[in-house]
Every structure is written in structure tokens, then in C-alpha cells.
């Protein structure tokens, strides 16, 4: 069974400091998919990433995938408060069916 | 271009009660599925459709949810009965397609079973 997991679960930084949230997955997969959830709220998609080596930019916000490694990174670069939410990973694949598993969650906290 | 809508967004009821939810997808997306998060997790899949056939309800507690897709556009869930561990949020989301494709998510319904 597909397993996603992120580190860190839970994350504090202040604000104009870089940090990376990290998302492994335990199977063959070239698809994955970031959200953001702010408190009390949906979820928002933020990048799809569709092969090996693919980056995607948006603002402070910079996201990597290298299939070979099953590794995506979200890199956060000199952090707002605004930034502050939950932020999830998630893979699909197919095996027999088709599968979407979402990740465990890193919530971030950014400080003034 | 409207959302996913969702309704109730709240609703309480006591166990062994039975409560339905209402989704509408965006307009043009032919696959929608239904997530169930508690508090502190990350989604989980219970069910997907595409158009109005069903893709994956391997996690679907069939003894006591069900979900249907009418015309291939609105759905529904429903649990019956409820228990205390089904407390939680329950997702809509739709997709143009399922592979590649992105997901919008509605605004959910709060379930607090007593």
C-alpha cells in the first residue's frame, strides 16, 4: 500500500527566514500534487508536478519532485505570515485502480 | 466559473442516526471524488467517480456509507448509521480528468456525531 509522509509535521519559522518541507512516497509514481489548507478551510491546489525533475515556482513558494528518489520538496523562501497554513502532498498511481493518497500534513507557522 | 458547492456545511446529530451530503461539481468536470479528513490528518479517499461510474471505493465503509452520482453531475453521500468516529469533515472534490489533473475542493461539510 502507497504510504506518503512529510517532515516536518509541524514547523515554526520567522518571518524572512528559507525553510524546505519534504514528502516521500513509498511507491512508483511520476505524479504529485501540493495543497495548502488554511485553518478551517478546504483545500487549495497549489503545483502538480508530472515527471522526473519537474519545478514549479509561485512567489515565495518552490516546488521540486525527483521520482527516482520518490522525494518532492516545497521550498519556502524568505517566509510571511501570510504563508502560514497547513501544506499537504499528495500521489497517485495505479494499481489495479486508480489511487490518490495525500500526506500527513506539515503545518507552518510563521512568526512576525 | 463557480466551485465546487457543498451542502450542509454543518450538521449534528446523534449516533445511529443517518445524515446525507450534497455536492455539485464544477461545471465540465467528469470525475469527483468524496474525502473524509479528521481533525489533524490528511484527506482520505473513500470514494471516486468518473462520470457516474464508480473508479475506487476501496475505503468506503460499505456497511454503512454509500455515495451515488446521478447524470454524471451531483453527488451524494450518506452514512447510515452514524457512529462517533465518523466526527469529522467530508470532502467534495472534482477534476477535469484523474490522472494529472489537479483538484478543486469544495468547502466541506462538518460532521459532529454525539
Known amino acids: 500500500e502507497l504510504k506518503v509522509e512529510q517532515n516536518p509535521l509541524f514547523l515554526s519559522m520567522q518571518e524572512g527566514k528559507n525553510y524546505t518541507i519534504y514528502c516521500n512516497y513509498s511507491?512508483?509514481?511520476?505524479?504529485l500534487y501540493w495543497y495548502r489548507q488554511d485553518p478551517g478551510k478546504s483545500l487549495e491546489s497549489l503545483f502538480v508536478?508530472?515527471?522526473?525533475?519537474a519545478v514549479k515556482q509561485e512567489g515565495r513558494l518552490m516546488a521540486s519532485l525527483d521520482t527516482k528518489a520518490r522525494l518532492s520538496t516545497l521550498h519556502i523562501t524568505a517566509a510571511v505570515h501570510d504563508l502560514s497554513a497547513t501544506y499537504f502532498c499528495?500521489?497517485?498511481?495505479?494499481?489495479?485502480?486508480?489511487?490518490?493518497?495525500f500526506g500527513t500534513g506539515t503545518r507552518l507557522k510563521v512568526l512576525a | 466559473e463557480a466551485g465546487v458547492a457543498q451542502s450542509p456545511r454543518y450538521k449534528i446529530i446523534e449516533k445511529r442516526q443517518s445524515v446525507a451530503f450534497w455536492c455539485n461539481p464544477i461545471?465540465?468536470?467528469?470525475?469527483l471524488y468524496w474525502y473524509q479528513q479528521i481533525l489533524g490528518q490528511g484527506p482520505k479517499l473513500l470514494i471516486q467517480?468518473?462520470?457516474?461510474?464508480?473508479?475506487?471505493d476501496s475505503q468506503l465503509p460499505k456497511d454503512r456509507f454509500s455515495a451515488e452520482r446521478l447524470k454524471g453531475v451531483d453527488s451524494t453521500l450518506k452514512i447510515q448509521p452514524a457512529k462517533l468516529e465518523d466526527s469529522a469533515v467530508y470532502l467534495c472534490?472534482?477534476?477535469?480528468?484523474?490522472?494529472?489533473?489537479?483538484?478543486?475542493f469544495g468547502p466541506g461539510t462538518r460532521l459532529t456525531v454525539t
Open positions: 472534490a472534482s477534476s477535469f480528468g484523474t490522472v494529472g489533473y489537479e483538484q478543486y
Open positions: 511507491t512508483t509514481s511520476d505524479r
Open positions: 508536478l508530472l515527471s522526473n525533475g
Open positions: 499528495a500521489v497517485d498511481y495505479t494499481s489495479g485502480t486508480y489511487k490518490y493518497i
Open positions: 461545471s465540465g468536470h467528469a470525475t
Open positions: 467517480f468518473q462520470n457516474n461510474g464508480v473508479v475506487d
